[in-house]
Each structure stands twice: as C-alpha cells, then as structure tokens.
C-alpha cells in the first residue's frame, strides 16, 4: 500500500522547458518536503511545508518553487530546467518534531536534454 | 559544506559476517540521528533511530551507536544477509529550534553482501 506517491517516476524534459512533478500522501501528515539527490551525493533538503507555511532553503534556487493546495498533495515546479538539475528528486512526509520518521515516496528521475 | 558525512561510498562483506557503517556530523546542536536504507529505484525506508541522549541503540540485526565527543555514530549489522545489500544514508535533525522534523543526509554507503 503505497503511502507516498510520486508522478511521474521518470520525466525527461528539454532544457528551459517547464517541469511539474507531484506527490500525494494517504498519511495525512502535517509535513511535506522535496528533496533533490543528484548521483553519489547526499539528499538536499529544497523546502518544505508545514502544514499551509512554505519554508524555503537558503540555497534553493529561484528556479524552483514548490505549491501544497491541501494536506494530501504537493507539486515541485522547476521554472526553466537546465542540465544541471538532472536528479532524482525525493518527496517526504513526516509528523513533525525533530525525532519524526519521514516517509518517502520511491522519487521522480528528472533528465533534462 | 557538508554537515553529515559518510566518508565511505561502499563496503562489501561476506553473508554471516558484520557490517559496519560510518558517519561523521560537525553540528554539535544536531540531537536525533537516523539510518535509511535504500533499495534501487526505491525511496530510502527507515531503518533505526538514536536519540543523543542514549549510546546505543538495538533493533534486532542491528544497532547503532553514537558518540556525541567525536561526533560519530556508526551501524553494526550481524549476522550480514544479501538482502541487506542497498544504499544505507545517515541522517540527522534537531539543529536550531526547528520543529518540522527535517533530516540533514550523508551522502550514502553502498553495502555489499556476498553469498
């Protein structure tokens, strides 16, 4: 029973093209958060969402924004992809507080041409 | 700069023998650590937790420890089984006054477990 889900599992875009990637979540947890790993590195936190409060990461990008209509869903929009943004990209839910489990979903792949 | 490191990109071991994993932090204000496993072309599941107010802590095959003076903690896995093999990412949280729970990642170490 999937608890995170993650669509599309593999984008390919073309350089400057917009992209939407989308999670949802049958948890019903209060946090949600977008996370880009990029091959043999570590998973870097892009921003998240507390319920309905947005919080960005100081080194995130403009190019990347991110929307959470309600509870079940959140969207990472990359503005204008460049190569360099080729990764796979994580969603995450958690409860919140600092010792909180995140649920991840299996991750959207993201191949700019 | 890299708060959580995992110096070591792999490490193979025999079926039956011990795994031991690595992991290096620089912030002292982190204070709840965790192990995710993944599997390819999956998301990283949660394995085992420590709080920094305990050195140990077992689930079963595995254990991980935690040395706050050196800023370390480690995975042990024994007895070893080739299921284990995955990607095992470090994670730690609590810096700042920070509620929403979010994990600062190592860069992973891929665990091989040979038959």
């Known amino acids: 029973d999937a608890m995170v889900i993650q669509n599309p599992r593999y984008q390919v875009t073309q350089f400057g093209k917009p992209v939407t990637l989308s999670c949802s979540q049958t948890l019903n947890h209060n946090v949600m958060y977008w996370y880009q790993q990029k091959s043999s590195q570590a998973p870097k936190l892009l921003f998240h969402y507390y319920d309905k409060d947005f919080n960005n990461e100081a080194d995130t990008p403009d190019n990347f924004q991110s929307r959470r209509p309600n509870t079940s869903f959140c969207f990472l929009d990359i503005r204008s992809p460049g190569l360099g943004d080729a990764a796979m990209y994580l969603c995450a839910t958690s409860r919140g507080g600092m010792t909180g489990e995140l649920f991840f979903g299996e991750g959207s792949r993201l191949t700019v041409l | 700069d890299q708060q959580v490191k995992q110096n070591s990109p792999s490490l193979s071991v025999q079926e039956g023998r011990i795994s031991i994993l690595n992991c290096d932090y620089t912030n002292s204000m982190f204070d709840y650590f965790l192990w995710y496993k993944k599997y390819p072309a999956e998301g990283p599941t949660f394995l085992i937790s420590?709080?920094?107010?305990?050195d140990k802590n077992e689930d079963g095959r595995f254990t991980v420890f935690l040395n706050k003076s050196a800023k370390h903690l480690s995975l042990h896995i024994v007895p070893s089984q080739p299921g284990d093999s995955a990607v095992y990412f470090c994670a730690a949280s609590g810096h700042g006054s920070s509620n929403t729970g979010k994990l600062i990642f190592g860069q992973g170490t891929t665990l091989q477990v040979k038959p």
């Open positions: 420590i709080s920094s107010i305990k």
